[in-house]
């Protein structure tokens, strides 16, 4: 007997092989309402596959429950880093980070906007970074869903099937404004609504996700512009960019680049100084995308500040991590030397940069050699710039592959959720036949639809 979400995953690939169907031209639907709909990739429709990742209600109240525990600790985290030298001090952050993160943003709760890269295997959840400083992928979801959507009137048998939808983009906008209120309570001479600026470099591949955005925005009567870091100005007191006052800034550059091209964007970096306008996400959001943070928050040293429900999330979800180093550490009810486990426990152990995004530079033992591996070891094993994390099984799932006939092949699978002022808000799936998975590393995005079947709600 087969349980709900794989009997609906069995229909929906069994009537999608039916060559009466047109798999091909509804592929080709989708990719043309991704590009009309601007949901592109480096000009082109953001790369899919022809099936949604399908998970249950009671799936997605786990799901939920462990972002916004952990979103809740990430939160606690940013203070604790702000006011324990300790924590600053293993953290080895630049002065130039130091002084972002000396910035007060004007709101109470720092992490406004992440998205916590995770592993789903039935009820489990394993979260293996966070991606907290300048997430993309909401409007991309947003349309993707309703693409999908289109597709499912076809579907004879969806009609038993309740699928919700979460609408990230008036979340987005939601979460910016609380912010945008709290800091203008302490301002004078700002207006009830905002002008907005969304702000990144004027090149990036994820520009389309900008107009996405600004349309909608601007559908809701916020006039909107999308700018990048160089356009910003003082003028009169106020923020401006592209000779617009500026009120809210949905920041979307990500840091590490900011600080790559410091001299370019002094005035930048001003505005936000003297709180003239209100940003989201703050620099400080940029300490909890430091994948240190993982081996800190399951350190019971610093454990005090959560409470016994994120404790409970943090033991379950978050897999040992520790910080690349020559040093005894626990290992379960061991303690080991790390450099040896390292050495001798390669296909246990992934290696990664502690600050980096996109999958780069990811090693996972069971498909590196050994002598690469522990080159890889020793090149960072006094820096502390890199982590060792223990490898987690990656979830896999049927896809259907559209070519002169359907096929079907498995696919490795990462889901994606977003949080927006600690509360879930949707989720994306990424699907890619490498184990490290990315879409601009070659992957594909898929929408993650929350579904139940109607007789079941009745019940």
């Not at 592993?119 to 693409?147: H, I, K």
């Not at 597709?151 to 919700?164: N, S």
């Not at 979460?175 to 470099?201: H, M, Q, R």
């Not at 379960?332 to 486990?341: A, G, R, W």
């Amino acid at each position: 007997m087969l349980d709900p979400i794989a009997n609906l995953n069995f229909s929906y690939l069994v009537n999608l092989a039916k060559e009466e169907n047109d798999a091909a031209a509804q592929l080709a639907f989708l990719n043309k309402f991704l590009v009309e709909e601007n949901c592109t990739f480096k000009g082109l429709a953001m790369p899919t596959l022809l099936k949604p990742n399908f998970i249950s209600t009671k799936q997605t109240q786990t799901l939920a429950c462990a972002v916004e525990k952990i979103s809740s600790a990430l939160n606690k985290f940013i203070h604790l880093y702000i006011h324990n030298k300790d924590v600053r001090d293993i953290m080895k952050f630049s002065d130039q980070e130091n002084e972002l993160f000396s910035i007060d943003p004007g709101y109470s709760t720092p992490l406004v906007i992440a998205r916590l890269d995770a592993f789903m295997q039935n009820y489990t959840v394993r979260f293996l970074e966070f991606n907290c400083d300048s997430p993309a992928g909401l409007a991309y979801s947003d349309v993707m869903e309703d693409g999908f959507r289109e597709l499912f009137k076809a579907y004879h048998f969806f009609k038993e099937w309740k699928i919700e939808h979460m609408y990230r983009q008036d979340r987005l906008l939601k979460s910016l404004l609380t912010c945008y209120n709290e800091f203008k309570e302490k301002k004078s001479g700002y207006p009830a609504k905002p002008v907005i600026a969304i702000v990144d470099w004027e090149d990036v591949s994820t520009r389309s996700e900008f107009d996405l955005l600004k349309k909608y925005f601007e559908s809701k009567g916020y006039d909107t512009i999308v700018s990048s870091p160089q356009k910003f100005k003082i003028s009169n007191g106020r923020a401006t960019a592209d000779g617009v006052e500026i009120h809210l800034m949905y920041k979307r550059v990500i840091t590490r680049e900011v600080l790559e091209r410091w001299d370019e964007v002094q005035n930048f970096i001003q505005c936000i100084k003297e709180g003239l306008l209100c940003t989201c996400n703050s620099f400080r959001s940029y300490i909890v995308g430091n994948k240190k943070v993982l081996s800190l928050i399951t350190d019971p040293q610093f454990q005090h500040i959560y409470s016994e429900e994120e404790l409970d999330v943090i033991r379950q979800t978050i897999p040992w991590t520790q910080i690349l180093a020559d040093k005894k550490v626990r290992y379960k009810n061991m303690i080991v030397d790390l450099k040896s486990f390292i050495i001798d426990n390669k296909d246990l152990l992934v290696l990664k940069p502690a600050n980096s995004y996109g999958g780069k530079d990811v090693y996972l033992g069971r498909e590196t050699d050994q002598s690469i591996w522990e080159d890889v070891m020793n090149q960072h094993l006094f820096d502390e710039s890199w982590v060792v994390q223990e490898y987690v099984t990656i979830p896999q799932e049927i896809f259907p592959m559209i070519g002169d006939e359907v096929f079907m092949k498995l696919k490795k699978v990462n889901i994606n959720p977003f949080s927006l002022l600690g509360k879930y808000s949707g989720t994306i799936t990424r699907v890619s036949d490498r184990s490290v998975i990315n879409v601009s590393a070659g992957g594909g995005l898929v929408p993650t639809f929350s579904v139940v079947r109607k007789k079941d709600v009745l019940k």
